[in-house]
């Protein structure tokens, strides 16, 4: 299974319970304004692709609904009158590991010398506009809990759903679809009886294998660089084996 997102879910698990659930609360409040402004002021998810992406992120880190609904309303009525900016910034970490970056600005003046310095503080560097972008294709990509069943079990509900690829370890099942079908594929689960989390990732192909210390020096730098109010996604181009996510989550 690929380490981004096993990794992200372990980071996502601890978030749950610590001050950083409400920082993410605001980010999500950001992304569904800005999808309410990209779809011409519509509110409604089944005819807002973009506001359905931003809802289901905002399930996957178990924002109340009446959190998103109140945030749908407010972009929906007269708002705040800020209109944000997508941003894309790529650089390097330690050990060459690629990273790229997602991020929603209402003034890149400030947004893009702010990352820099993040980058350069934990001994990055931000590089030029494509420069990492090539080797990283956008899937949709859905968490799931085993429930016990075997991987022929899962095929068969993975075709079922129309999703495209399923990998699986003992805990956890990762489907990955195409990002235009995720929603729909989540919707099917639903009505399978299951609960999905799922969200529109950049996938690096191939990943990069690294040695523990240079995994520690650059999640590190990804936590940083998470912990901007304006980054809304940092995914890497680095491969974590069994072996140093287990010594990892052990030091917690």
């Known amino acids: 299974m690929s380490g981004h997102s096993k990794w992200a879910n ?3 698990k601890k978030a749950g ?15 569904i304004n ?29 924002m109340p609904n009446d959190n998103i609904d109140r945030a749908i309303k407010k972009a929906t009525g007269d708002g705040d009158g800020i209109n944000y900016e997508d941003l894309i910034y790529e650089g390097y970490g330690q050990g060459g590991v690629a990273i790229y ?41 859905i968490e799931l809990d085993t429930n016990g069943k075997s991987e022929d079990e899962w095929m068969e509900i993975v075709l079922e759903s129309g999703a495209e690829d399923l990998q ?33 990732m950049n996938i690096a192909e191939p990943a990069m294998s690294v040695d523990i210390d240079t995994a520690r020096k650059v999640l590190k730098l990804m936590d940083a660089i998470e ?18 996510k287990e010594k990892l989550e052990a030091e917690g």
């Open 101 to 141: 970056v997602e991020a929603l600005t209402d003034n890149r003046n400030r947004t893009t010398p702010e990352i820099r310095k993040i980058f350069e503080k934990g001994g990055g560097n931000l590089g030029e506009m494509g420069c990492v972008a090539w080797m990283f294709k956008r899937v949709g990509v």
């Open 227 to 244: 912990d901007h109010d304006d980054v809304q996604n940092v995914t890497s181009s680095m491969e974590l084996t069994p072996e140093i």
């Open 17 to 31: 319970v610590d001050a950083k659930r409400g920082a993410v609360f605001t980010k999500i409040v950001k992304l």
């Open 10 to 12: 372990i980071k996502h």
């Open 34 to 62: 800005a999808a309410v402004r990209k779809g011409g002021g519509i509110g409604d998810p089944d005819l807002n692709a973009a506001l359905r992406l931003a809802v289901e992120k905002a399930r996957a880190v178990n």
């Open 168 to 200: 699986m370890d003992e805990e956890t099942v990762e489907i990955r679809t195409s990002p235009e079908e995720l929603t729909s594929v989540m919707d099917a689960l639903r009505k399978l009886g299951f609960e999905p989390k799922g969200d529109v």
